[in-house]
């Protein structure tokens, strides 16, 4: 059974940075595209950014681009997100998730989106005050 945990949310100023963690365990986690969601209250969960199982391509949402760093460590079983000069917008729940296995080695903005995606972590609250 996979499993996904997030860590690494909190309350921060506007201007401020804060890294994210995931790790997935229950699958070979090099094999695995990964991606990193949030939600606002009332709305769909949304694709900010999506990294192949080699790391070698991203995708990022044009509101995030610039200011957010998606990587992993698959020697760590673990996926991050480095986000940098946060703004009160971005204050949301942030969920990481594992692509469903027939999307596991695809990659790219196209397969940035829930659908696409099967094991997901409990979410973690990032809230920026300004």
């Known amino acids: 059974q996979v499993q996904v945990v997030e860590s690494g949310g909190g309350l921060v100023q506007a201007g401020g940075s804060v890294r994210l963690s995931c790790t997935a365990s229950?699958?070979?986690?090099?094999?695995?595209?990964m991606g990193w969601f949030r939600q606002f209250p009332g709305k769909e969960r949304e694709g900010i950014s999506c990294?192949?199982?080699?790391?070698?391509?991203?995708y990022y949402q044009d509101s995030v681009k610039g200011r957010f760093t998606i990587s992993r460590d698959n020697a760590k079983n673990t996926l991050y997100l480095r986000m940098n000069n946060l703004k009160p917008e971005d204050t949301a729940m942030y969920y990481c998730?594992?692509?469903?296995?027939?999307?596991?080695?695809?990659?790219?903005?196209?397969?940035?989106?829930?659908?696409?995606?099967?094991?997901w972590g409990q979410g973690t609250q990032v809230t920026v005050s300004s």
């Open positions: 990294i192949s199982s080699n790391g070698g391509l991203t």
């Open positions: 229950g699958l070979r986690f090099e094999d695995y595209f």
């Open positions: 998730a594992t692509a469903k296995s027939e999307y596991r080695y695809h990659a790219g903005g196209s397969y940035c989106s829930a659908p696409f995606f099967g094991s």
